[in-house]
């Protein structure tokens, strides 16, 4: 749904119901698929209906109020038990992202430490959904901001290279990267945007190129192997990527190719910046070694719409995110200010401005 300046938001929580846009559709459909079950929304996370880090941690909180609603018990006990079942459905459904295992730990923390009735749990858990939402578009808004403080101050207006998609669409709102694109446009810094068209499921040609073109931001599409040429011949001046999941460390895991371009982009001399909420930061790993990394289904590769691509009797390898080393990042964008990798731990405290 767009508000009057195209903002794009990818999640309404309205009339006891969560309508999700249909990622899968952009560009060509505009539509919205309406969910009431907690069973449908890991679904339409597992499908990509919903994606982004934030935006499945926003939706996977829903996911849980939509099962704790259908609990019907009024021992606590019980209740529990049940709701740890809507959380296990809801973790398997995408293990890269930590936003998703943030937002649904900190559902199941409102429920276990409220010793209210199980209606007033229920009630809680609402609230709880709809406050990670509504801070979640407060953050990428602060993101974006920040992200103007530390882009090249040179030339005045820049062109900034993304991969996939870490727009409003993957968020509640505003976006991480596509937030500080956002902001650098408004405050009349930015001259273009090249988005890598993000093989195989195309992220960056279809959903970063359509919300470009919603709020009138000049975006070129390239295919991912042109990036590296593009930077040889000065055409980019920035990288600004979002993150699935960040290591204590910095190493950053975000969609598959994002390592290639900030190889290219430190052999080429170009600022590359990881912009993303704490949420993404996963303390708990130490480096990036340790960030699961999805496999999806082979046909996201040899198949486009009805064509088969490639001949039979080829195997296929289809790893959805890789992880980018903290010494090719230049800084990590949060809303608490911009960090050094090194410094991601003087990230919990917000920056003096
Ligand atoms: O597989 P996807 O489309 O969910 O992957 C999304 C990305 O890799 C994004 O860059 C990341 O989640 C950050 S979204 C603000």
Known sequence: MTNSQNQVYPIIWHDDTVSLIDQTRLPN????????????????????????APAIGVA?????????????TSNHQEFLQRLEQVAQLLRSTRPTAVNLFWAISRMMKTAYENLGSVAELKQNLLETAQAIHAEDLQTCQAIGDNGLAVLPKNPEKLTILTHCNAGALATAGYGTALGVVRSAWREGRLARVFADETRPRLQGAKLTAWECVQEGIPVTVITDNMAAHCMKQGLIHAVVVGADRIAANGDTA??????????????????FFVAAPLSTVDFALSDGSQIPI???NPAEIY????????????????????????ELITAIITEN????????????????V
Request: glycine content about 8%; overall charge negative.
């Open 29 to 52: 459909e505009y539509a919205f698929v309406e969910i009431h079950r907690s069973e449908d929304m890991a679904w339409a996370i597992k499908t990509m209906i919903v994606r982004g």
């Open 60 to 72: 996977a909180a829903y996911g849980i109020y939509l099962g704790a609603r259908e609990i019907e």
């Open 254 to 271: 975000n969609k598959i190719g994002t390592y290639s371009v900030a190889i290219a982009a430190k052999a080429h001399n170009i600022p």
């Open 294 to 296: 999805e496999e999806r």
């Open 303 to 326: 198949q486009v719409g009805d064509t088969i691509l490639t001949p039979s009797g080829v195997d296929f390898y289809n790893p959805a995110f890789d992880v980018t080393p903290a």
């Open 337 to 352: 200010g911009a960090f050094a990798p090194s410094d991601l731990a003087k990230s919990q405290v917000k920056q003096a």
